[in-house]
T-cell receptor, first 114, second 113 residues
Framework: NAGVTQTPKFQVLKTGQSMTLQCAQD?????MSWYRQDPGMGLRLIHY???????DQGEVPNGYNVSRSTTEDFPLRLLSAAPSQTSVYFC?????????????FGPGTRLLVL | GDSVTQMEGPVTLSEEACLTI???????????LFWYVQYPGEGLQLLLK?????DKGSNKGFEATYRKETTSFHLEKGSVQVSDSAVYFC????????????FGSGTRLQVQP
């Protein structure tokens, strides 16, 4: 199993540009989520999904869109990038059918917005 | 809302020293508690977890006990190695539909030979 994969690893954008951060998992997990990591602030939840076709907002959703058309994929879209979105983005997944609560994280995407 | 407070870093220790990283939490209900570790340039990996009061999680020589009376989940290791140098995050998982993790700000550990 590859686990949770993310692409790209690193991206530089100009203010106003759009892009999609890709996330995929091969563990058949229903639950997927996106976090951003900023210095001194830990990780904060952006959006999450409890299954295909179902998404909801987390703690810091503004400026980001998500969709979940398949169980495996959960892309994060930046419609008009801003310097405040410079961060490291992590995707995570977990099973919801059992008592197992462990979330599995991807390797992250480092985003720089100029 | 839920919150997690960790001791500020960085923590610098010599090899074979004892480690304690403090973590306290505020939550409604009875969350599960986790320690995640992030090695340089990598994503987060689960280090250990505890799902109910008085449970002790352990892995790779690290331990943490879920203390409901003090709302704490301190991370301990008796003898650290250079390879333990990383950032450690305490987190809790709510048991609502959101099933999200709430993280502390992280504590960087630097172990010197």
């Amino acid at each position: 199993n590859a686990g949770v994969t993310q692409t790209p690893k690193f991206q530089v954008l100009k203010t106003g540009q759009s892009m999609t951060l890709q996330c995929a998992q091969d563990m058949n997990h229903e639950y997927m989520s996106w976090y951003r990591q900023d210095p001194g602030m830990g990780l904060r939840l952006i959006h999450y999904s409890v299954g295909a076709g179902i998404t909801d907002q987390g703690e810091v959703p503004n400026g980001y869109n998500v969709s979940r058309s398949t169980t495996e994929d959960f892309p994060l879209r930046l419609l008009s990038a801003a310097p405040s979105q410079t961060s490291v983005y992590f995707c995570a997944s977990r099973s919801t059918g059992t008592s197992e609560e462990t979330q599995y994280f991807g390797p992250g995407t480092r985003l720089l917005v100029l | 809302g839920d919150s997690v407070t960790q001791m500020e870093g960085p923590v610098t220790l010599s090899e074979e020293a004892c480690l304690t990283i403090n973590c306290t939490y505020t939550a409604t209900g009875y969350p599960s508690l986790f320690w995640y570790v992030q090695y340089p340039g990598e994503g987060l990996q689960l280090l250990l977890k505890a799902t109910k009061a008085d449970d002790k999680g352990s892995n790779k020589g690290f331990e943490a006990t879920y203390r409901k009376e003090t709302t704490s989940f301190h991370l301990e290791k008796g003898s650290v190695q250079v390879s333990d140098s990383a950032v450690y995050f305490c987190a809790l998982s709510d048991r609502t539909g959101r099933r999200a993790l709430t993280f502390g700000s992280g504590t960087r550990l630097q172990v010197q030979p």
